[in-house]
């Protein structure tokens, strides 16, 4: 039996926590899980033509993460939080301006949706 695919619609950025970037976003989460779970899970989502970008593209594939639907951003950056844990509860602040909130509205309006595609 074919499995569905399945997407993960918005935010694909670095959470850095000090020296240290690991890659997230919400809709990259779900997709990931879901590509575990033994289903196709696909980020939708944009990426700045940068080190983040590139480094982002590389660990998606390296974990068999399909990177089709992920647009290129020669303009903004790619998404990167700065987190603070220092306060309870632990806070972040999203630079504005990057790749992912940089397309079009109706993608913005669709951030953080998922879409399932029957086989």
């Not at 306060?87 to 509205?105: E, H, N």
Request: glycine letters at 10%; one cysteine or more.
């Amino acid at each position: 039996m074919k499995q569905p695919t399945i997407a993960g619609i918005g935010e694909l950025l670095w959470d850095v926590l000090d020296d240290v970037e690991t890659l997230g976003g919400a809709p990259l989460n779900f997709a990931f899980h879901i590509q575990a779970l033994g289903a196709s899970g696909i980020p939708i989502s944009t990426v700045g033509i940068d080190d983040r970008g590139q480094r982002a593209l590389e660990k998606l594939k390296k974990h068999g993460i399909c990177t089709d639907a992920i647009g290129l951003d020669s303009i903004h950056p790619t998404g990167y939080v700065n987190v603070h844990v220092d306060v309870w509860p632990a806070s972040g602040l999203i630079v504005a301006l990057t790749a992912f909130v940089s397309t079009p509205s109706i993608f913005i309006f669709m951030i953080n949706s998922c879409v399932i595609i029957p086989p």
